[in-house]
């Protein structure tokens, strides 16, 4: 099992990007699939959730209206649409699957935004 992210880079503010999440191991239809970051000096937050019955998503209210988790279930990835990004949104983005039972993360890709 496992989930490998990419789609990180460095954007100006206001700009958008697309992170993926890449399973392997299980189908993401079958799992909770969240989305974590991590700022330099802070804790790992939780951003994004997208559940497995129902297709129920849920959001951070720090990106509420500007994030979107969605997945392409032929591909088996998950995705983080990331529009309107600030410089408070730079930090290192995870890729989380809660599957039977247990928690699998990646190695996690950098977001940076700055001019």
């Known amino acids: 099992v496992q989930v490998v992210e990419s789609g990180g880079g460095l954007v100006q503010p206001g700009g958008s990007l697309r992170l993926s999440c890449a399973a392997s191991?299980?189908?993401?239809?079958?799992?909770?699939m969240n989305w974590y970051r991590q700022a330099p000096g802070k804790e790992r937050e939780w951003v994004a959730l997208?559940?497995?019955?129902?297709?129920?998503?849920n959001y951070a209210a720090s990106v509420k209206g500007r994030f979107t988790i969605f997945r392409d279930n032929a591909k088996n990835t998950v995705y983080l649409q990331m529009n309107g990004l600030e410089p408070e949104d730079t930090a290192v983005y995870y890729c989380?699957?809660?599957?039977?039972?247990?928690?699998?993360w990646g190695q996690g890709t950098q977001v940076t935004v700055s001019s």
């Open positions: 997208i559940t497995s019955v129902g297709v129920i998503t």
């Open positions: 191991g299980f189908t993401v239809s079958s799992a909770a």
């Open positions: 989380n699957a809660r599957w039977s039972g247990r928690s699998y």
